[in-house]
DNA sequence: ATATGATATGAGCAATAGCTCACTTTATGG
DNA sequence: CCATAAAGTGAGCTATTGCTCATATCATAT
């Protein structure tokens, strides 16, 4: 008598042939272009199908509902920008605080340049809507950021550090963001990370960073 | 043979008597709810008339479709806005560049105080989202805080004028805007206004700022 | 060949959306 | 009064949504 409800795996059946892995591929390509080009309103399960040159009947029959699929989507757009972030080589000991701080802002820049317009959708996207991996990936990112600040204790004039870490992390955050789509190219030859730079470690130690730009000009 | 095809005006029909107004007022504020509650995707008209205790009808009497309902919540927000802004006191000749940073601070600050919850969801709503308003305020906002850096320019150690106004603007309106959902309390109190204040000035000039209170504390 | 499971199809269902319109009720003014 | 206009009603139309399921096709192994 238990009735069954939304209680489904994520993937409702494990494509085991070639042939529906491609379909599971072709579904998903067809989701992320409707996404990014009609946004969620235009993001229907139907659509997507069509889109997919696919029945709609193929295409529940790997995800178990519209949801899954927005799902699936991200969680693969979310270890495509862990992967990418791996790059970044562990710092050397004692660096200069200005090259800490440009570390993490390019740690940033880097997640928002892998698919930075189905990045915007699927942060934008009503039920995920800043979910599972950005509110994490803040998480962890503005531990390091505390973390970075304790160690400098001593060259950072601002009394509160949470507030401080606060304040950075969701400023740094939201320039980039907003670069993504309005100074894409700035963004990629790194002058905003250069002036993204300056304004934190001036707000931070107190002092100006003399103008030089970065040792790798560009990021992505 | 023309076909009649969305030419309407944004209101239907002007209600000209005490009752008929109140019914307006009853189903845009049945909207504003419903919206700041469930998101856009609880907000349907049918739901809308029905949280105002008013007949379909009655709305699609006064609201020509879904999205002109939106649009008067949005133009009340606005005005609202503007009107709390207008308390601003004209800035006293030559004032210290710091208080001048912290003036536009609090204009924002003071916008994301007008109703809060509202505000988030109409600046994140689908068909309306970061729309008319937010572009134009966002605009005017830049060329003042561009005139006001050209007037300070020999105490400005930026190079870029443009950049500069790019990152600040869209840095303060993002911490404000999370500030309003995330650390309201700070926001109120000044104690983020002042962080963020540091920040700009410490960036444009070079110089840390003494850490001084603001003359007023609160805001709102 | 043939049996078996994996894969694919698409007509169509139940639910809900935005919205209309024929109609009733209430207010106003001569 | 009563005529006219303003205001209010809600059953229900049309379109679309997410999703199912009976059926058909393809692949593989014996």
Redesign the pocket.
């Known amino acids: 008598m238990a009735k069954r409800r939304k209680m489904q795996p994520i993937l409702r ?5 070639d ?5 599971v591929e072709v579904i998903l390509d067809a989701a992320a272009r409707i996404l990014v080009r009609g946004g969620y309103e235009a ?5 997507v199908a069509e889109k997919a040159d ?5 295409l ?2 790997y995800f ?4 899954s699929l927005l799902g699936e989507l991200m969680r693969r757009h979310t270890i495509a920008i862990e992967s990418g972030i791996e790059a970044v080589a562990p710092q050397a000991q004692d660096p200069p605080f200005a090259d800490v701080v440009r570390a993490a802002i390019e740690h940033i820049v880097r997640a928002h340049l892998v698919d930075p317009e189905l990045h915007r959708v699927l942060s934008e996207t009503p039920p995920l809507g800043k979910l599972d991996w950005e509110a994490t990936f803040a998480e962890r990112l503005a531990a390091r950021v505390k973390a970075a600040f304790e160690a400098r204790r001593s060259e950072i004039v601002v009394r509160d550090l949470d507030l401080a870490v606060y304040v950075v992390t969701r400023a740094v955050e939201a320039v980039v963001h907003n670069a993504a789509t309005e100074r894409l190219s700035d963004l990629k030859s790194g002058v905003l990370t250069d002036e993204v730079t300056r304004m934190l470690v001036g707000y931070l130690t107190g002092k100006a960073t003399p103008v030089k730009r970065a040792v790798r000009a560009a990021v992505g």
Chains 1, 2 share one sequence.
Do not use: M
Request: charged share 30%; aromatic share 8%; proline share 8%.
């Open positions: 059946k494990r494509p085991e042939q042939r529906s892995r491609a379909t993001f229907t399960t139907n659509r696919v029945s709609i009947g193929s529940y029959q178990p509902n519209k949801e």
